[in-house]
């Protein structure tokens, strides 16, 4: 297994020397090594069995430095930039040479943003070179929130694991790019769409795909537990099961289910609170006696699109 701890200079030894370390975001954990160092990266992909088409996201601790790496910085993405960093949005933006094509498997532009975790940025201001980091899951499984999420899956395959306790908001970031000028938004994560709307007004959402060229990670099956799960409307859910069943339910419990085997998301209706609890919820129902889990809808404001989203990717088969 991993060491576990909450030494950046230990992060950074290991990341110097091309190896890879788990860090905190306040979106998920994530797998990281340096960005500029093509076996490095190699690596991240090995690691996470992820396929070499699925680009990474680049992280550094400002602006600044992400101007280093991308040749245009359209003033929409600027004012973005301006307002939610650091912090849970993603900007596609086209990258300088000096980013490795492995980086973006082979794509003009970058995904880059600057994380909102005091202990990372701590670190991403100590190195010389921008982190590449997809989220420290093994591909298509549910994002870690939490360091012991990381040691659960990838312990044996990474030295080091940086704790900077549970994820703050719970699921990924925003992914934002543009096309001619319109802003696009290629994921919906956890910086909500009317957050977005109320810098740079309208933006265009772009529907999942398995087979699209501009946003190979899109996949449809994604955030998957092991246990089928079934995203129903409530009125569906019966107390009659013949298999033990365990539901995630936004903001009231189901009568007549022992509540062991359910999870509120959030009992005051709070979709932050909802996508913060997300992924710790499905692993729990997921590492529980029950054999299959039952998954409402929730409410269509704030992060309840990008909750909804989730819910969808992980019921979906392949
Ligand atoms: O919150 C997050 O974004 C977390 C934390 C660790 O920062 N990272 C994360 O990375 O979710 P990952 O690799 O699990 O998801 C990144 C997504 C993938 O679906 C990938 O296809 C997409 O971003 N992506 C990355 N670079 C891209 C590019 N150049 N063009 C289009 N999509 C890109
Ligand atoms: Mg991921």
Do not use: C
Not at 26 to 31: A, H, K, M, N, S
Not at 115 to 127: F, K
Not at 289 to 301: D, F, N, S
């Amino acid at each position: 297994m991993a060491i576990i701890g909450h030494d950046i200079d230990i992060a950074k030894e290991f990341l110097l020397k091309g190896e890879l370390v788990a860090i905190p975001t306040e979106t998920v954990y994530g797998l990281a090594g340096n960005a500029l160092n093509d076996s490095a990266v190699i690596s991240i992909f090995e690691v996470k069995n992820r396929p070499s088409f699925d680009p990474l996201i680049i992280h550094t601790d400002s602006l600044e430095k992400v101007e280093n790496y991308v040749s245009e910085f359209p003033e929409k993405a600027k004012l973005l930039a301006n307002k939610f960093w650091p912090g849970p949005l993603t900007l596609l933006l086209p990258k300088k040479q000096i980013i490795p094509d492995l980086v973006t498997s082979g794509l003009n532009n970058v995904a880059v943003r600057v994380p909102n975790h005091p202990l990372l940025l701590a670190l991403l201001r100590s190195l010389p070179f921008p982190i590449a980091a997809p989220s420290a899951n093994p591909f298509g499984y549910i994002s870690p929130t939490n360091a012991q999420h990381v040691n659960a899956q990838l312990g044996d395959k990474i030295p080091y694991i940086l704790d900077g306790g549970e994820s703050d908001v719970g699921i990924e970031s925003t992914i934002l790019g543009f096309e001619n000028g319109e802003a696009i938004v290629y994921r919906l994560g956890g910086l909500a769409i009317e957050d977005i709307e109320n810098v740079i007004g309208k933006v265009q959402l772009m529907p999942h795909s398995s087979s699209n060229p501009k946003a190979p990670g899109m996949l449809k099956s994604h955030y998957a537990p092991r246990k089928p799960l079934y995203l129903e409307k409530r009125e569906t859910f019966s107390v009659n099961e013949d298999k033990l069943t365990g539901y995630l339910v936004f903001d009231q419990y189901i009568e007549g289910i022992d509540l062991k085997y359910q999870r509120i998301l959030s009992k005051s209706g709070d979709t932050k609170e909802a996508a913060h609890n997300l992924f710790a919820y499905l692993r729990e129902l997921d590492a529980s006696p029950v054999e299959q889990i039952r998954a409402e809808h929730v409410p269509m404001h704030g992060l309840g699109p990008a909750i909804n989203d989730r819910l969808q990717r992980a019921a979906a088969k392949e």
